[in-house]
């Protein structure tokens, strides 16, 4: 085992994807216990549909990917939120539209300029060789600020999760903070999605909220459960794609699924 871990550790491609993966997992995990709490666990997915709509644009202008994808997703979110806030598409109807829409266009642009090419299936289904250096060092930037402004403002987060109603009768600006956990989500989804792929990114946020609320009650104990699975999933799953070669972002979901599973049968078991 520690034959192998230094072997795997000799990649510098792998040492970038551990590092920039076990932050993004970690932002992820953190941001899906409210979004899934809140009932928009779906918009990851329809997040990482836009992101795939910006990165395919910045291609056909050979623009850098994550610089345009970062600001156009996070507006995007902006968009989402106010939609399913302030009109009669509501939700996953909102979700739905915009991810929809945003993939169509996507898969547009490239058709029209590099076509279905390694690059296109590398943001659509992840690979840890697309990340580069300076993905990396923007990537492991924007993780941090993510994870500072969550510690910054987790009493607000928490407060807005469980009771948005009670939060604005006591002066608290909600819409203000539904709107920073949105934009946190988006920066997230867009520096994963080199890895994981706009297909597969939005497990890391919905399935380790899911799988801690199996067995903890309370909204810190989630929290830390989720941050502590999410990122030994991750490590997990990328060992064993080194190991038998097979997609990395499909095994970080395929160890997720497994803990998910694991979590049940031993809350079934309390139960009884």
Do not use: W
């Not at 156009?72 to 009109?87: D, G, K, T």
């Not at 029209?112 to 990340?131: H, K, V």
């Not at 999605?193 to 990114?201: D, H, P, Y």
């Amino acid at each position: 085992m520690i034959e192998l871990l230094t072997e795997l550790l000799s990649y510098a491609f792998v040492v970038r994807a551990l590092v920039v993966g076990v932050l993004v997992s970690l932002c992820a995990a953190l941001l899906g216990v409210s979004l899934v709490l809140k009932r928009y666990s779906m918009i990851g997915d329809g997040l990482s549909h836009v992101g795939f709509g910006a990165l395919a644009l910045a291609m056909a202008l050979n623009l850098s990917p994550l610089e345009v994808a970062i600001p156009v997703v996070a507006v995007a979110a902006f968009v989402l939120l106010r939609i399913s806030e302030n009109s009669r598409i509501k939700g996953d109807a909102a979700i739905a539209l915009i991810s929809s829409s945003s993939l169509a266009i996507g898969v547009i642009i490239i058709s029209y300029t590099s076509g279905m090419n390694a690059d296109t299936s590398n943001y659509m289904f992840g690979s840890i060789l697309a990340m580069s250096e300076s993905d990396v060092l923007l990537s492991v930037g924007v993780s941090v600020v993510v994870i500072l402004l969550y510690v910054l403002f987790y009493n607000k987060i928490f407060a807005v999760t469980f009771d948005e109603s009670f939060t604005r009768a006591t002066g608290t600006n909600a819409g203000r903070y539904n709107t920073l956990i949105a934009l946190l989500t988006a920066m997230t989804i867009v520096v994963g999605m080199r890895m994981m792929g706009a297909l597969l990114i939005s497990s890391l946020i919905i399935f380790p909220a899911l799988t801690s609320m199996r067995l903890f009650k309370t909204f810190k104990q989630v929290v830390i459960s989720s941050a502590i699975l999410s990122v030994i999933c991750f490590v997990v799953g990328i060992v064993l794609s080194f190991i038998f070669s097979f997609p990395t972002g499909a095994s970080v979901v395929v160890i997720n699924l497994l803990m998910f599973a694991i979590f049940s049968a031993i809350g079934l078991v309390r139960k009884n």
